[in-house]
C-alpha cells in the first residue's frame, strides 16, 4: 500500500449531533416517564455510533488504483495532480465548481487535492479530494503517475 489516510468526523461534530439528540432525550424525558427517556437515550447513542463510523472516509492508493470510499480508478487514467490551499479547495468547492467532477470532500478539512483524469470515456474531468496529508497524497500519486 502507497498511501492510506483514514478520515474521521471530528469530536466537536460529533459532541453538536450528540447534544442535539440529548435535547431530545429531555423533550422524551418531560413526555414520558424515565424508562421511555433511558431507551431513547439509549437509541440516541447507538445512533451516534453508526453515524461516527459511517462518515468515516478512506483514501487508499493500493495494487494500482486509487480509492477514496467505495469509488476507484485506476493510476493509468490520472493526469494532473494539483495541491489545492485552503483558498483554492473553498473556491472549487463552490463557484469555480464543476457540476461533473467527482466530489470527496468533508467541510471540516480544508486542504485537498485535485486529480484531472485523462480517460476519454470518462466524463468526469476531475477528482476533489479532502485530505489532511494532502502534501503526502500528491507526492505518492506523482511517484507512481
Known amino acids: 500500500m502507497a498511501f492510506r489516510e483514514v478520515i474521521h468526523p471530528p469530536l466537536w461534530l460529533l459532541a453538536f449531533i450528540y447534544l442535539m439528540f440529548l435535547s431530545l432525550v429531555i423533550a422524551v424525558w418531560a413526555a414520558f ?13 447507538g445512533i451516534l455510533l453508526i453515524v461516527a463510523i459511517r462518515a468515516r472516509s478512506e483514501i487508499r492508493i493500493a495494487d494500482g488504483e486509487l480509492r477514496i470510499g467505495r469509488a476507484h480508478i485506476e493510476i493509468k487514467y490520472l493526469g494532473n495532480v494539483e495541491l489545492l490551499t485552503a483558498a483554492q479547495m473553498r473556491s472549487l468547492r463552490t463557484r469555480d465548481a464543476d457540476p461533473a467532477a467527482f466530489l470527496a470532500i468533508t467541510f471540516w478539512i480544508s486542504t485537498g487535492v485535485k486529480i484531472t483524469l485523462k480517460d476519454a470515456r470518462d466524463s468526469t474531468p476531475y477528482w476533489l479530494v479532502s485530505s489532511k496529508k494532502s502534501q503526502e497524497l500528491t507526492s505518492t500519486l506523482y511517484k507512481l503517475l
Open 33 to 45: 416517564d424515565n424508562r421511555s427517556a433511558f431507551i431513547a437515550w439509549l437509541v440516541a447513542t
